[in-house]
Each structure stands twice: as C-alpha cells, then as structure tokens.
T-cell receptor, first 112, second 116 residues
Framework: DQQVKQNSPSLSVQEGRISILNCDYT??????FLWYKKYPAEGPTFLIS?????DKNEDGRFTVFLNKSAKHLSLHIVPSQPGDSAVYFC???????????FGKGTRLHILP | DTAVSQTPKYLVTQMGNDKSIKCEQN?????MYWYKQDSKKFLKIMFS???????INETVPNRFSPKSPDKAHLNLHINSLELGDSAVYFC???????????????FGPGTRLTVL
C-alpha cells in the first residue's frame, strides 16, 4: 500500500532550466511533506518541507507546492544546476507519530 | 566530523549467519531510526528509539533486534540471515519525536548488506 507515490522514476532537465518533481499521496491525515535528496553511496539529506496548512514554501532555488484537494505536491528547482543531479525522495508524516513514509524516488539528471 | 555514521559500509555474508550493523550519532539527538531500502528502492522505517526506548517497531521479523546502549548509538542485530534481507540499511537520527512539526531526520551513509 503505497501512501506516497512518485510515478516518474527519472527526469532529465537542461542546466539552467526548471526541474519539476511530482509526488502524489493517498492519506489525507498527513501533516507534513518533505523532500530529501540522495547522492550515490550517501544517505538521504533533508531538502525542504511544507506543512499541510500551507500551499507553498520557498527556500532559495527550491520551492515546494502543495495541492491538498488533489493530494499532490511538487518540488521546483530553478535554475537547475549540475549538482542537483541526484535521487529525490518525497516523504510525508503525521504529527501523531514519528514515522516518515517515503516515495520510491525520482532520479534527476541535469544535462549540460 | 560525520554526524551519523554507520559501520560497516558493506557487508557480505552467507545465509544463516548472524551479523550486526553499528550506528552512532554525534548530534546530541534523542531519537534514532533504522530504515531499509530494498531492491525496489522503497525506503521503509523499521524501528525508532527515543532515549533508548523503543517507539516504533514496524512489522519486521523478530530476527531483527535493535539495541540502544545509549542515546548516541542504535545497533541492528540480524540473526539467521536470509536472502531477502539483502538491502541497504540506513540509520538516522532526529532531535525529538517530531510531534511539534517537521523534525528533520539526518541519515547515515547506509550499509549495503548482501546475503549469499
């Protein structure tokens, strides 16, 4: 039972353009949504989060948008840089417990 | 200084053996976790400990036993290893229980376990 889904296993974007990574979820009880970035042979690193009561959170080149009615969130990276090439995990959690539910990840390739 | 460290990085062993993976965090965090990333790339929580007490225990076979000697360490012992245990295991830590908000979890580099 996949509560957090990332339907695109990979995405290629030209350097300097906008990267948009998508995520869908099924559980309307989630209170927070998070994005993690993972390089090969390293653990995931927290990137940005958004509370379920917000619809947008921005941090530098990274913006996360939340559409609760569609149970959809997206991560925008602009402009994309070579160092952004990594696997991006969408994740969600409820305030009542400490469990983070991860999606399967999307591999982002930034092309020169 | 590595915030969350795991040893070993790679572990290759035969079916039926017993093995341990160690995890240490130097962040002063109260909560530590073990995650498993299987061949399908799903990253799933196995256990969490807060101040040496078990908080989350997902439906993991009892061959897996976490041990927390102190709040900076959470080791994972696996008995009678099976082929299906082959995966990457990640340790993580966070400041609290996350009940007040999006408490960030910091991950270790992972341990790739291969059971032959």
């Amino acid at each position: 039972d996949q509560q957090v889904k990332q339907n695109s296993p990979s995405l290629s974007v030209q350097e300097g353009r906008i990267s948009i990574l998508n995520c869908d979820y099924t559980n309307s009880m989630f209170d927070y949504f998070l994005w993690y970035k993972k390089y090969p042979a390293e653990g995931p690193t927290f990137l940005i989060s958004i509370s379920s009561i917000k619809d947008k959170n921005e941090d530098g080149r990274f913006t996360v948008f939340l559409n609760k009615s569609a149970k959809h969130l997206s991560l925008h990276i602009v402009p994309s840089q070579p160092g952004d090439s990594a696997v991006y995990f969408c994740a969600a959690r409820m305030n009542r417990d400490d469990k983070i539910i991860f999606g399967k990840g999307t591999r982002l390739h930034i092309l020169p | 200084d590595t915030a969350v460290s795991q040893t070993p990085k790679y572990l290759v062993t035969q079916m039926g053996n017993d093995k341990s993976i160690k995890c240490e965090q130097n962040l002063g965090h109260d909560t530590m976790y073990w995650y498993k990333q299987d061949s399908k790339k799903f990253l799933k929580i196995m256990f969490s400990y807060n101040n040496k007490e078990l908080i989350i225990n997902e439906t993991v076979p009892n061959r897996f036993s976490p041990k927390s000697p102190d709040k900076a360490h959470l080791n994972l012992h696996i008995n009678s290893l099976e082929l299906g245990d082959s995966a990457v295991y990640f340790c993580a830590s966070s400041q609290g229980l996350g009940l007040a908000g999006a408490d960030t979890q910091y991950f270790g580099p992972g341990t790739r376990l291969t059971v032959l």
